[in-house]
Structures are given as structure tokens and as C-alpha cells.
């Protein structure tokens, strides 16, 4: 097998105690420019103040509806987009501040799955040279035979025969074409992986595939996710923790089976209550909270509560004060609310 060559050392001393990734009060303010001179008259408010961390092997679940900041968060945490306030640590560096040696490490040490695999794989190039790609950027493998023995091992890894390579996108399936974006995921031999709704846009019967395989391979590669979804019933079983975020805070967190048995914040609640459950006979009583009204523009949140303009509980104190996350607090269960779901 290939030798890699040496990963560039990070400058501080970190642990495996220590959460891998740290997220600090970030936000991620983008913008809205009016007028001829372009002059700003707003901002979406897309990522306002979320501070996550993510441990070692950890697998974190983030759930909210579309537009609710998920992407952005996990753009950041690629160096994607630059944060307005806040910073995120990797290995207790942090990746906003200037300096080389570091961050080039950095860079491989974190990768993204992205949801649309039709979109995010270029139709022109094969799927070797797709999957290559990352090898040459951080000149990996010397020689081609190096190379080419890297590349099979990538293929194996992801359940795709060696001798794909020489083919283009369009020959695959929808499942393939994912497996294609996990392979040059993991070609850079990262540590951690933002997955970004890798299955939402498979069949049902392709997603538990692609599932089974992310989990096989944070087993065997060691891998740490922040896993995200619109839909609570995708991360249920992959996730060791979930984070609900609601109009660029998250909202409440908890170990999986914590947050599917006991949600504490009316949103999750809401969440919850829309998965179908399979037996029928309690299908038939299964009480559905329909939220009212839309979700507010990130251009002007509510006052106090975000989610007050559409909870079923709110009271005069949610719209004057701003509940932070550990309102409740239960363990490691944790929810940013004034009037919680007994
Ligand atoms: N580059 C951008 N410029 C301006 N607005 C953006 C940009 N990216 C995202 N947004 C806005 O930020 C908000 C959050 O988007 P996103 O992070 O993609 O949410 P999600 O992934 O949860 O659907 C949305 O209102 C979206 O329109
Ligand atoms: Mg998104």
C-alpha cells in the first residue's frame, strides 16, 4: 500500500479529551446590498450565535427545516465562509487565525460530503480523476502506480469495483454517485467530515445503504461526523448527539435517544410529532403538533424567542428575553427554553 507523505503538525498540543471541533458563539452574517452604491441595508442572520462542540469519534446530528443555517455552519467549519463573530477551534486551533503551517494541516484534516451528488461531481472528468483530484492538490502519492493503487483503495473503501474509474458520472446511479463524493471525501485522509444531507436527495431504499456505509467507515477510519439533515428520522440511529437549530441558534441538544423520548423545546416537539411512526394502531393516535404561520425571515428575527411567533406555549416573558441554551439543562440535555414540553 502507498505511503502517505507526513501530515503537517499542528502547533498546539491537544487531546483526545478535548472536543475536536469547537464551535464558539459563531456567527455568519451575510450581507444584503441596496441602491447603486451597493451600500448594506441588512443581513441574513444565517448562522447568530451557535457554540457546539464535537469529541472525538463523535458522530453530532444537526436537524432544522431549510433555510434554518445548517450549511452555513458547516461551510464555516470548512473555512468556507468567514465567520462574522465568533471562532472554531480544530484541535484546539483556531481555524480563523492567519498563519501557515498549521492550517495547511488543517485544510486535510476536515472534508465535506455535500447533499446533491449530481451537482457536486463534475460531469466532464472521470471518476478517477474526480477522486484523484484531492490527492494532487496535497501532493500525496508520489508516482503513478502509488497513485493509481491509492485511487483502487479509495473505490474499495466505498463499496465501488477498481476498474470504475474510467467512467464518467452520468453512468451511475444516484447511491454510486454518492459513494463517488465519499471516496474523494476521503481522499485527503480527514479526520472529520461535515456531511451535508448526504441522502437526502436518494430514493428511501438508497439511503440506509449509504448510512450503513458512513457508519462502517467512521468504525473503521476513525472518523468524527457533524451529520446534517432536515429530517429527525435520518439521524436518529447515526447520531450519538443531536442539535435542533431554529432560525440560526440551536435550539436544544441531547444524546439521540434522550431527544427522541423526552424533547424539552416545543420545536423539536413539533419536529417529533411529524415522523410517522410504523405501527398503525398507534399510528392512528399519533398526535401531530401542526406549527402555525411561517418561519420568520433571518433578516429580522423575533424578539426574545425566535420561535415564539409560532409555539404553542409561548408566553408574554418569550417575546421580551432571549432564552439562552442552557435555560433547561438535564445532564448533557440542554434546551433553550422558558415554558419546555413536560
Ligand atoms: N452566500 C449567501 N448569501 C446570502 N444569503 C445566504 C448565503 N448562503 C445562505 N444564505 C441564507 O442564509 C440562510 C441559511 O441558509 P443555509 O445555511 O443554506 O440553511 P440550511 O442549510 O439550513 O437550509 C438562508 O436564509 C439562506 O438564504
Ligand atoms: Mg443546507
Not at 91 to 115: P, V, Y
Not at 131 to 143: A, R, V
Not at 277 to 289: M, V, Y
Request: glycine share 8%; with cysteine.
Amino acid at each position: 500500500m502507498a505511503e502517505a507523505t507526513a501530515r503537517p503538525q499542528l502547533k498546539s498540543v491537544w487531546t483526545a479529551a478535548e472536543p475536536l471541533l469547537d464551535v464558539r458563539d459563531l456567527k455568519v452574517w451575510f450581507p444584503i446590498r441596496a441602491g447603486l452604491a451597493q451600500r448594506t441595508v441588512a443581513h441574513v442572520r444565517a448562522v447568530d450565535g451557535v457554540s457546539l462542540q464535537v469529541g472525538q469519534g463523535e458522530t453530532v446530528g444537526l436537524v432544522g427545516e431549510s433555510g434554518c443555517g445548517k450549511s452555513t455552519l458547516g461551510r464555516a467549519v470548512l473555512k468556507l465562509v468567514e465567520p462574522t463573530a465568533g471562532e472554531v477551534l480544530y484541535k484546539g486551533t483556531s481555524l480563523h487565525s492567519r498563519g501557515g503551517g498549521a492550517m495547511r494541516g488543517l485544510r486535510r484534516e476536515i472534508a465535506m460530503i455535500f447533499q446533491d451528488p449530481y451537482a457536486s461531481l463534475d460531469p466532464r472528468q472521470t471518476v478517477g480523476e474526480i477522486i484523484s483530484e484531492p490527492l494532487d492538490i496535497h501532493h500525496l502519492y508520489e508516482g503513478r502506480t502509488a497513485r493509481r493503487d491509492r485511487l483502487a483503495e479509495l473505490l474499495d473503501l466505498v463499496g465501488l469495483n477498481p476498474r470504475m474509474a474510467q467512467r464518467y458520472p452520468h453512468e451511475f446511479s444516484g447511491g454510486q454517485r454518492q459513494r463517488v463524493g465519499i471516496a474523494r471525501a476521503l481522499a485527503g485522509e480527514p479526520s472529520f467530515i461535515v456531511c451535508d444531507e448526504p441522502v437526502s436527495a436518494l430514493d428511501v431504499s438508497i439511503q440506509a445503504q449509504i448510512i450503513n456505509l458512513l457508519e462502517k467507515l467512521q468504525q473503521r477510519l476513525n472518523l468524527t461526523y457533524l451529520f446534517i439533515a432536515h429530517d429527525l428520522s435520518v439521524v436518529k440511529h447515526i447520531s450519538n448527539r443531536i442539535a435542533v437549530m431554529y432560525l440560526g441558534r440551536i435550539v436544544e441538544i441531547a444524546g439521540s435517544n434522550e431527544l427522541h423520548r423526552r424533547p424539552k423545546h416545543p420545536y423539536t416537539a413539533s419536529l417529533l410529532s411529524a415522523i410517522p411512526i410504523p405501527d398503525p394502531k398507534i399510528e392512528r393516535h399519533r398526535q401531530r403538533i401542526i406549527l402555525t404561520g411561517d418561519v420568520p425571515s433571518p433578516v429580522n428575527p423575533p424578539s426574545g424567542c425566535r420561535f415564539r411567533t409560532r409555539c404553542f406555549n409561548a408566553q408574554d416573558k418569550c417575546a421580551q428575553e432571549d432564552p439562552p441554551l442552557d435555560t433547561v439543562q438535564l445532564g448533557d440535555h440542554q434546551a433553550a427554553c422558558f415554558f419546555p414540553v413536560e
